[in-house]
């Protein structure tokens, strides 16, 4: 098996068991911190992780000044992460969303429809283009349907 497919099934297993955003989105954080935070180490370990670090950042780098973005091997490291509020409806849309195109996606085609590495991206793609295309009184009357859902019954 390639190495490219290997990360891919071992991404794709590891946010297997994370059932929230949430803990999808901390542990990032959490790797990111934990990583600044360590002593460089010393020895000929610490030249094989240095060398493997500076190859992975060539790999990513050369594939982002290719064009291609989307084949990096591990988004959470070497993607910008943008973080923003969603009312409660919609972060439950969004979830949910995923859950039944994943389904949808692994019962035709037989794999998984990897959430960060696809799904979000997908989401934003989407959404870009079509509120490319809205006329500003569309904008306004999509806001107060927002707003009309978002209020208490």
Do not use: C
């Amino acid at each position: 098996m390639p190495n490219g497919d290997r990360d891919d099934v071992a991404d794709r297993l590891s946010r297997r068991f994370d059932n929230d955003e949430e803990a999808d989105e901390a542990s990032g954080e959490e790797e990111q911190a934990a990583n600044a935070q360590q002593p460089p180490h010393e020895g000929n370990a610490s030249n094989a992780g240095n060398k493997k670090n500076e190859r992975s950042k060539m790999n990513a780098e050369a594939e982002v000044s290719s064009g291609n973005a989307m084949h990096v091997r591990n988004v959470k490291s070497e993607w910008t992460s943008k973080s923003f509020y969603l009312p409660e409806f919609l972060k439950d849309d969004l979830k949910t969303t995923y859950k039944e195109t994943d389904l949808e996606f692994e019962m035709e085609r037989g794999e998984e429809l990897p959430k960060t590495r696809h799904y979000y991206p997908l989401v934003v793609a989407l959404g870009i283009e079509r509120i490319a295309r809205m006329e500003p009184q569309e904008i306004k009357e999509r806001i107060e349907g927002l707003e009309e859902r978002g209020e208490p019954e």
